[in-house]
């Protein structure tokens, strides 16, 4: 079992949508969560960090549930440019950062 | 505001020859990463430098040799390439401490035939 898990799908949603995805971690351990966007052909890059009491940012709000091990990812009124991928990743504290496979959204007009 | 640099940004290599890759941030930060990504595969650690001086295998570091030259920069080299190294690699680096972001390079796409 991987020890960060994400659903690749991909996702295709229209403008305005609402769209969640979830991510499971196996490693209780895990000390820090966030979020990276990555677009085709380019770097990950960080959409947010993740913490307990969840965290909002303009569309986008995150959310951890240490007792069922999964973090969150809602993205509200989606924009054609939200299409990319977005990458889970977990902290344990160990100077490893542990990265999901990714989750393909796509917007459509 | 460089941030992370990585070259070459694109390169071909003959299955058997050598080449090293090279990073360079400018941040000052003490913990600097190479991750290899593969379609289905996500990012995946080959090594890392938790600080000047130190280097540790991460998940796949069969094939590759790293130096972490001085603070700023971290080398990737593979001493004879072969086809299953083609991949894509991104060099990381951030400042060390767990909860700290960490800032990637552009990216160095590298195909072996």
């Known amino acids: 079992r991987k020890e960060v898990e994400q659903d690749p799908g991909p996702f295709n949603v229209p403008e305005g949508a609402t769209v969640a995805f979830n991510c499971t971690y196996s490693n209780s351990a895990s000390q820090s969560f966030f979020w990276y966007r990555q677009d085709c052909r380019k770097e990950p890059k960080l959409l947010m960090s993740v913490y307990s009491s969840g965290n909002e940012d303009g569309r986008f709000t995150a959310q951890l549930n240490r007792a069922s091990q999964y973090i969150s990812l809602l993205i509200r009124d989606s924009k054609l440019s939200d299409s990319a991928t977005y990458l889970c990743?977990?902290?344990?504290?160990?100077?490893?950062?542990?990265f999901g496979t990714g989750t393909r959204l796509q917007v459509f007009p | 505001n460089a941030g992370v640099t990585q070259t070459p940004k694109f390169q071909v290599l003959k299955t058997g020859q050598s080449m090293t890759l090279q990073c360079a941030q400018d941040m000052n930060h003490n913990s600097m990463y190479w991750y290899r990504q593969d379609p289905g595969m996500g990012l995946r650690l080959i090594y890392y430098s938790a600080s000047e001086g130190t280097t540790d295998k991460g998940e796949v570091p069969n094939g590759y040799n790293v130096s972490r030259l001085n603070k700023r920069e971290f080398s990737l080299r593979l001493e004879s390439a072969a086809p299953s190294q083609t991949s894509v690699y991104f060099c990381a680096s951030r400042a060390g401490d767990s909860g700290n972001t960490i800032y990637f390079g552009e990216g160095s796409w590298l195909t072996v035939v």
């Open positions: 990743v977990a902290d344990y504290n160990t100077d490893k950062l542990i």
